[in-house]
């Protein structure tokens, strides 16, 4: 659960200029959805919001302080491809985020540590749909269900953000319904802010609070190079989505990924997440 | 049918692969048949039965000079410093060329460095290393090392850079550090590329060994070969060459078999 402000940020490689005068606000909790032509400069922006690349000028504010200038685990991402570890087990790739966080030097959990982020990363895969998988190594599933697995391994590290390069794209539409229930279903039950780019119009507004168009404003040849893209529409759907407030949901006592006990009415099951300090 | 299209059954197959081996004998002994029936000593085109002799007293029976098994103590002189000379290059290579291929950093630092190093002709270096080190052991691994180990780490640093930028970013998203980075993404996708690296420098690490034996040694297959050599015995070298090229066959099909076993998921990432 993040507030991030984008104040002025322009993106400019050399003499070209990608992104220009990009200003917005966006409230905790919301679910982004960034779309536009190919080329406008949707995934620059996203990788600006990771921390792979900084703005030219501008700043990004997450929470009222300006945005690290490198990945780290605040934010989690899905990409389209190569998301998830291939020489890690289903089970192995979700356990990553938890053995990173608790054993610095060596990366890996044993003994009762080890049980217990596997029961919880267990727990997990159970509701993203990939139970029974957990031994398997991804390049056995789906895309699909690489994209679900991609999915609970940024989950499990509980990040603030969740950022998404076109993750359903090379999905099909059926497994696309499929799996965008599920993302419903985790932007409610965790406290994630999302933004998610995407170039299928449907999935943006079946899934997002507020739609953001970049565009360039002038596309003659001699203009491209001068004239980056910007925000063109700025779209709150209607009737106006939001996240289940949290106060529904029990905070998770340390340690632990779920509530066990509580269980929400006419929902499969409650994903309480424990903020990161 | 296009010839493109005629794809060889699997018998079919077994006959064209042993076709080659098959034809390179027929050669053989027929020149041999030849030569020595024009002259019963020619020593230059043995037959089987002066070479399975040779092979008997050479592998089964007690040198009386030394008392031990020639060609056994051979192979083990041979394999010994191959091995060690092996082992100390590939973790090198396996060490520096994670870290060079992960930090730019050591890449800016090393990497030229490196890539000039591989063009030294290590035989070169080889009188450098025999009056620096002496005529032992030591100056033989050496040459093995300095000979096989900048392409290593090379080749490595190379495999590292070519892993997808997003396992890296995706990493440092779920909280890792650089060394965390280096242990569990890194260092366990190089292991079955650095098997690939390692049977690609078997043949420059044997040429280097029989090398090194064949100016300095006291032992070792490459210093028979060429001690046999003055006498023209080649009833000696000629099973001595196909046991070395039998030996190499043999390790590099056990590191192949190694990569399966231990690297299941690696076959499919290879194939993308």
């Known amino acids: 659960m993040s507030a991030i402000r984008l104040d002025d940020v322009w993106k400019e490689y050399g003499d070209h200029i990608v992104l220009e005068r990009i200003t917005m606000e966006v409230e905790p909790r919301a679910f982004i959805a960034l779309v536009g032509p190919s080329g406008c400069g949707k995934t620059t922006l996203l990788r600006m919001l990771l921390g ?22 605040d934010r989690g ?57 957990e031994s398997k190594y991804p390049s056995a599933l789906s895309g699909g269900m690489q994209q679900r697995l991609a999915l609970a391994q940024a989950i499990m ?34 406290h994630l802010t999302v933004v998610m780019v995407t170039h299928d119009l449907s999935e943006a507004f079946g899934l997002a609070t507020r739609v953001i168009a970049l565009e360039r404003q002038r596309n003659r040849p001699e203009e491209r190079e001068r004239y980056g893209a910007t925000v063109s529409r700025d779209l709150e759907i209607f009737p106006r989505r939001s996240a289940e407030p949290r106060s529904s949901v029990q905070p998770a006592p340390i340690g632990t990924t779920r509530s066990g006990t509580e269980h929400q009415p006419g929902r499969p099951g409650a994903l309480v997440l424990k903020e990161q300090p | ?14 006959y064209l692969l042993a076709l080659p081996f098959l034809l390179v004998a027929i050669a053989y002994f027929a ?96 009188p450098i290393l025999f009056i620096v080190m002496g005529l032992g052991e030591n100056s033989k691994i050496a040459l093995i090392v300095i000979g096989t180990l900048p392409c290593m780490i090379r080749d490595l640093a ?44 078997l043949g420059p690490a044997w040429l280097f060994l029989i090398a090194a034996e064949a100016i300095a040694s006291d032992s070792g297959l490459g210093y028979r070969i060429f001690l046999v050599r003055r006498y ?37 990432v290879r194939a993308e």
């Open chain 1, 52 to 73: 792979e690349e900084q703005p030219s000028r501008g700043q990004i504010m997450v929470d009222g302080k300006p945005l690290r200038a490198e990945p780290d685990a």
């Open chain 1, 77 to 133: 991402v899905v990409f389209q491809r190569y998301s998830v570890f291939p020489h890690l087990t289903v089970l192995q790739n979700v356990m990553l985020g938890r053995e990173l966080r608790d054993a610095k030097f060596t990366a890996r959990l044993f003994g009762a540590a080890g049980r217990a982020a596997a029961d919880d990363a267990m727990k997990l895969l159970a509701e993203v749909g990939l139970a029974g998988q």
């Open chain 1, 157 to 190: 590290r509980g990040p603030k953000i969740l950022l998404l390069d076109e993750p359903f794209g090379a999905l099909d539409p059926g497994i696309r319904a499929d799996i965008h229930l599920l993302m419903k279903r985790l932007w409610n039950e965790t």
């Open chain 2, 1 to 14: 049918m296009r010839l493109v299209n005629i794809r060889p059954g699997r018998q079919t197959r077994f």
């Open chain 2, 31 to 126: 020149g041999s048949s030849a030569r020595l029936t024009q002259n019963p000593n020619d020593k230059l085109l043995p037959a089987l039965p002066g070479m399975v002799q040779a092979v008997k007293q050479m592998a089964f029976e007690v040198d009386p000079r030394t008392g031990s098994y020639l060609m056994a103590s051979d192979t083990v002189a041979s394999l010994g410093r191959l091995g060690s000379a092996l082992a100390i290059s590939t973790v090198a290579a396996l060490v520096l060329g994670i870290v060079i291929g992960l930090l730019p950093g050591a890449n800016a630092l090393l990497g030229p460095f490196v890539s000039v190093t591989s063009m030294v002709p290590p035989l070169a270096l080889l």
């Open chain 2, 158 to 201: 190379m495999k590292v850079q070519e892993l997808p930028r997003e396992q890296i970013v995706k990493a440092q998203t779920l909280g890792a550090s650089t060394w965390q980075i280096a242990l569990r993404v890194a260092m366990p996708q190089t292991l079955p590329r650095l098997i690939d690296v390692l049977r690609l420098q």
């Open chain 2, 232 to 268: 023209l015995a080649m009833d000696v070298i000629i099973p001595y060459v196909a046991w070395i090229t039998l030996l190499a066959f043999l390790i590099d099909v056990g590191l192949r078999v190694m990569q399966r076993r231990l690297f299941p998921w690696f076959a499919s």
